[in-house]
């Protein structure tokens, strides 16, 4: 019998190749510009695209996993981004790059939605707190060591070989999921696919909390991703290797925070962390804004607080919804992508906007503000739910 841990990451590298896919080949971007002889708009819409269409599957997959079952939902999906990942890599105009990025999207999005679905029903308490810290290190991750690897790709091969090495690695999970995966909805009577139950996940007060909060949490993370090199350059005389580098304090301070979280809540419950760690991270929204452009050290502390809070934060809330939507689990785990994607999609768009208006100052405020009504929100919305169940 597989181990349920091996399960785990084999759903959670599905999970993972979304956000990565997503910024791969960032450091492309201006090769694929004049090759295809496009414009700035529609070369960036090439990622702008991608993201949407991978947050309004979710709505879509949810109820099918919910009925079909997770296995049915997740390797065809994954035939058909390894299918477009090819058609991209041999897209010679920027339409046929546009169609297949396309596909790409349909096809990846299965995997959140399926992940933490697997994952609460494999787990339960505490195992169920560390397999989502797994996962939610795998999507956190994705972003920042896409542009990573896409760069080194591109620098020793060529910039078409970063989609066939997209083809590759899905090909090797899914050959990994078909392997390790076993079918594991719930036995029951076959339901029907119910889209009104996104009202009723949406009007439950822990659903729509959860869901606003990754939306939140996404979008500010998007922002640090995309300003982070701005004020390296305006700051900071660094190469561009190490503008690299700076983001990998980022990245580790994620995987600590995730890898801590499940440790966390055997002293703090999960309601509790989430209204904490929104609050801190106002606080360091607001550290970094008066600090980050004085002091190096300062800006690398700050970077990796609000990784490290951000990764306390994400497995609680999967866990939390997973814990709360039993029979819908699937369906809730789609809303929340939902809400999470767009905060991706719509966070360094809303940034620019905001940057264009009053810099990094009304950028960042703004920023510290939502995660302070965020935490408000929550404490109003979970924390009485908790106290009723205890």
């Known amino acids: 019998m597989v181990h349920k841990k091996a399960i785990a990451y084999s759903v959670s590298f599905a999970a993972f190749l979304g956000p990565f896919t997503q910024t791969v080949y960032v450091p492309i971007l201006p090769e694929l510009q004049d090759t295809l002889a496009t414009s700035q708009l529609l070369i960036n819409a090439s990622i702008s695209v991608f993201t949407f269409i991978i947050a309004f599957m979710q709505i879509?997959?949810?109820?099918?996993t919910d009925t079909w079952g997770r296995k049915k939902v997740l390797l065809p999906g994954i035939a058909l981004y390894v299918g477009a990942s090819i058609g991209c890599f041999y897209a010679d105009h920027i339409a046929s790059l546009l169609f297949f990025r396309v596909f790409q999207a349909v096809g990846i999005a299965t995997g959140s939605?399926?992940?933490?679905?697997?994952?609460?029903?494999?787990?339960?308490?505490?195992?169920?707190?560390?397999?989502?810290?797994?996962?939610q290190t795998m999507v956190a991750l994705g972003p920042v060591i896409g542009p990573v690897a896409g760069g080194f790709i591109a620098d020793q091969l060529d910039y078409h070989y970063v989609f066939l090495a997209l083809a590759v690695a899905g090909t090797l999970i899914g050959i990994?999921?078909?392997?390790?995966?076993?079918?594991?909805?719930?036995?029951?009577?076959?339901?029907?696919?119910?889209?009104?139950?996104?009202?009723?996940?949406?009007?439950?007060?822990?659903?729509?909390?959860?869901?606003?909060?990754?939306f939140?949490?996404?979008?500010?993370?998007?922002?640090?991703l995309v300003y982070l090199p701005v004020i390296l350059d305006q700051g900071y005389t660094l190469s561009v290797a190490q503008k690299g580098l700076m983001f990998l304090p980022l990245s580790v301070a994620l995987m600590l925070g995730s890898f801590l979280s499940s440790r966390v809540q055997k002293r703090l419950s999960t309601e509790s962390l989430l209204v904490i760690t929104a609050l801190l991270c106002a606080v360091d929204v607001m550290a970094f804004l008066a600090t980050s452009m004085h002091s190096l050290a300062s800006l690398i502390t700050t970077t990796c607080l609000f990784g490290f809070l951000l990764g306390l934060s994400l497995p609680a809330q999967t866990a939390l919804l997973t814990r709360v939507f039993v029979t819908h689990r699937a369906t809730a785990v789609g809303l929340y992508n939902f809400f999470r994607f767009m905060g991706m999609a719509s966070g360094p768009f809303l940034g620019a906007l905001l940057f264009d208006l009053g810099g990094l100052t009304l950028l960042f405020s703004i920023a510290a503000l939502l995660f302070l009504l965020i935490?408000?929100?929550?404490h109003r919305n979970l924390m009485p739910v908790r106290r009723a169940r205890a």
């Open 113 to 135: 939605v399926v992940a933490v679905t697997v994952i609460g029903d494999l787990f339960r308490d505490e195992e169920r707190l560390k397999a989502m810290g797994t996962f």
């Open 375 to 378: 935490a408000m929100l929550a």
């Open 216 to 224: 939140v949490q996404f979008y500010i993370y998007y922002n640090f």
């Open 60 to 64: 879509l997959y949810g109820p099918l």
């Open 176 to 214: 990994l999921n078909l392997a390790l995966l076993r079918e594991t909805k719930p036995a029951g009577p076959a339901r029907r696919i119910d889209m009104a139950e996104y009202v009723r996940i949406a009007r439950d007060r822990q659903g729509l909390t959860i869901g606003i909060l990754g």
